[in-house]
């Protein structure tokens, strides 16, 4: 007999439940003025399959008296809970049915209650499902999974995608509403695969959709018109490495907007690309400063509970930057202790960790995907 045979019996029952107006015990005050919706539920449900109610029921016991408990939920819209009420009874999610921008409400809402589970499925869909709406719409992800460290996958799929596949934003039709933030991300990753003149040429496209208001014609924009741009592109042009440029392409793509560079650099260049004669030669670089993505390196991690991607953020953390900023030295993990192969007690660890400064301690929670730690900068 097949195990799983009476879950959609279970499923339905657990949702009958749910709609009962009979034995809840708990109301859930769900959504801001003037949205707002009271929703019944029963403790004991929410207690076992939400981590972060769990915390609060623990802190609000029920009274003696026979009062119903009352929690609120603020942050997250009725129309949203309610698809994740019937998820945490039932658990069913009819995710086909949902546009991409109310999954990713749902997996914001899900991180929200602790919802690891559904953490893991919703960026799983929307990575095999709606890869071409995030494309069009990269920048509400990128902005959206690096808020939160819980998004590690969709931080992957952003990271991935503007090494990997930049043309996919560059070429999207909101290409002009990415943020300054974003696009200085994209052109300092050391893996991109685009070359100089065509990373400078989509900087340009995006600086001017920035200021419509400058003539289409650059050979009649103004000194005021010139100082628009270079302000708009002012923390774009110290990524771009403008000798590697062939002195073709600096004449033709870049001489029309010298306004725009600062002077050292332009006359640097300038005396640079003089000194060759033939138009498709680039200027020897390692005579150069490089002006560009001098991005640190992570090494490999050798753990068996985070990825290079936790590692990562950890570093952030440890360095009081925030998620999106980028680490300014190279880092690498030595691995002092593991319990799988030293042995899970507590004097082998201090056996081996005693002494040793700067250190992480992770460990994972049995039977689940929490991870635990902290740091100890002594």
């Known amino acids: 007999m097949d195990d799983n045979?009476?879950?959609?019996?279970?499923?339905?029952?657990?949702?009958?439940?749910?709609?009962?107006?009979?034995?809840?015990?708990?109301?859930?005050?769900?959504?801001?003025?003037?949205?707002?919706?009271?929703?019944?539920?029963?403790?004991?449900?929410?207690?076992?399959r939400s981590p972060y109610l769990r915390r609060i029921l623990?802190?609000?016991?029920?009274?003696?008296?026979?009062?119903?408990?009352?929690?609120?939920?603020?942050?997250?819209?009725?129309?949203?809970?309610?698809?994740?009420?019937?998820?945490?009874?039932g658990g069913r999610l009819p995710l086909k049915e949902y546009d991409a921008s109310d999954i990713i409400k749902i997996l914001i809402a899900a991180n929200e209650l602790s919802l690891q589970e559904l953490i893991t499925y919703l960026q799983s869909f929307l990575i095999v499902n709606k890869a071409s709406w995030m494309e069009q719409n990269f920048d509400f992800i990128y902005q959206a999974s690096f808020k939160n460290d819980s998004f590690l996958n969709l931080q992957k799929y952003c990271t991935d995608l503007v090494t990997k596949e930049p043309d996919k934003i560059f070429k999207s039709t909101n290409f002009s509403s990415v943020s300054e933030k974003l696009l200085v991300s994209i052109i300092q990753s050391d893996n991109l695969q685009m070359s100089e003149i065509q990373i400078w040429e989509q900087v340009l496209k995006w600086g001017l959709a920035q200021n419509p208001e400058l003539p289409s014609d650059f050979t009649r924009y103004s000194k005021d018109d010139f100082n628009t741009l270079k302000n708009t592109l002012q923390h774009c042009i110290p990524f771009i490495n403008f000798y590697?440029?062939?002195?073709?392409?600096?004449?033709?793509?870049?001489?029309?907007?010298?306004?725009?560079?600062?002077?050292?650099l332009y006359k640097d260049l300038l005396e640079t690309f003089l000194n060759l004669s033939d138009p498709s030669s680039k200027p020897n670089n390692e005579s150069k400063p490089h002006m560009f993505r001098e991005t640190p390196k992570l090494r490999a991690i050798d753990s068996k509970i985070i990825t290079y991607q936790h590692a990562e953020l950890i570093l952030k953390w440890?360095?009081?930057?925030?998620?999106?900023?980028?680490?300014?030295?190279?880092?690498?993990f030595k691995l002092l202790f593991?319990?799988?192969?030293?042995?899970?007690?507590?004097?082998?660890?201090?056996?081996?960790?005693?002494?040793?400064?700067?250190?992480?301690?992770?460990?994972?929670?049995?039977?689940?995907?929490?991870?635990?730690?902290?740091?100890?900068?002594?």
């Not at 026979?66 to 019937?86: A, C, D, G, V």
């Not at 319990?339 to 689940?368: A, P, Q, W, Y």
């Open 318 to 332: 440890v360095n009081r930057l925030e998620i999106t900023d980028k680490l300014t030295t190279n880092f690498k």
């Open 58 to 89: 623990s802190t609000n016991k029920k009274k003696n008296d026979e009062t119903l408990t009352h929690i609120k939920l603020p942050n997250i819209s009725p129309e949203i809970f309610q698809i994740i009420l019937r998820y945490i009874y």
């Open 5 to 48: 045979k009476f879950l959609p019996k279970l499923s339905q029952n657990l949702l009958e439940i749910l709609n009962d107006d009979e034995y809840y015990d708990i109301t859930i005050e769900v959504g801001n003025d003037p949205y707002v919706r009271v929703f019944r539920a029963h403790i004991v449900v929410l207690y076992y």
């Open 244 to 264: 590697n440029f062939t002195s073709k392409e600096f004449t033709d793509k870049v001489l029309p907007f010298k306004r725009i560079l600062p002077k050292e």
């Open 338 to 378: 593991r319990g799988s192969r030293d042995g899970l007690t507590r004097d082998k660890f201090h056996e081996i960790c005693d002494g040793e400064s700067h250190t992480v301690t992770i460990v994972k929670v049995n039977g689940s995907n929490e991870i635990l730690g902290g740091y100890n900068p002594i």
